[in-house]
Structure formats: C-alpha cells, structure tokens
C-alpha cells in the first residue's frame, strides 16, 4: 500500500468542511487542520495575501486521483492548491489504519 500525504490550504471555514466530507467519504484517513497560515501569491496580475489553514491530508494511492477530483469540486478558490507528496516510509500499524480507514466496502 502506498500512502500520500496530500496539501491543500483553504479559508478556514472552507478548510473544516472541506476535511470532514473526505473522511465522510473515505477519500481521506485523517485531515489536519493547520491555522495561521498566512498565503502570498500573485493572481491575476496582482500580490495578494490572505489567512488561510493548511489541510494536511492523507490517503492511499488507491483514493489519490478519486480525492484529487473531489477536493476542487469541494473548495471555494477556481485554481485551488492541491498537491500529492508519495510517503517513503511510515510506521506499519498506522499505514494498516491508513489503508482500512479508506477502503470502501
């Protein structure tokens, strides 16, 4: 099983729906909400900042291209950042829980 640690920053009201609807759907095993977040980056022609939270999400390869599609559908932003980062080792008993937290029945 190969685990990935997915990120993705979000309004921070964004943010808390946005990780509870892929656990609901098994999309993700766990999402951590990081605040504080302060984001600089230009869009359209001008710098912008703005609070955000940094989702720390993490799935299995098997849920990666389904939660790939999902999160932009989910999020507020039209170009939102979504980012997959393979995991090159990992302590078993949590990628055991990981991969059956999901799996769809």
């Given at each position: 099983?190969?685990?990935?640690?997915v990120?993705?920053?979000?309004p921070?009201?964004?943010?808390r729906?946005?990780?509870?609807?892929?656990?609901?759907e098994?999309?993700?095993?766990?999402?951590?909400?990081?605040?504080?977040v302060?984001?600089v980056?230009r869009?359209?022609?001008?710098v912008?900042?703005?609070e955000e939270?940094l989702?720390v999400?993490?799935?299995?390869e098997?849920r990666?291209a389904?939660?790939?599609?999902?999160v932009?559908?989910?999020h507020?932003?039209?170009?939102?950042e979504?980012l997959a980062?393979?995991?090159a080792?990992?302590?078993?008993?949590?990628?055991a829980?990981?991969?059956?937290a999901?799996?769809?029945?």
């Open positions: 099983m190969n685990a990935y640690l990120l993705v920053t979000a921070a009201d964004a943010g729906e946005l990780a509870r609807k892929l656990v609901e098994r999309l993700a095993a766990c999402v951590n909400q990081v605040p504080g302060r984001s980056y869009w359209e022609g001008k912008v900042e703005d939270v989702l999400i993490k799935t299995t098997e990666l389904a939660l790939m599609k999902r932009p559908e989910l507020p932003y039209q170009v939102p979504v980062l393979p995991v080792q990992g302590h078993p008993p949590y990628l829980w990981l991969a059956e999901t799996r769809i029945s």
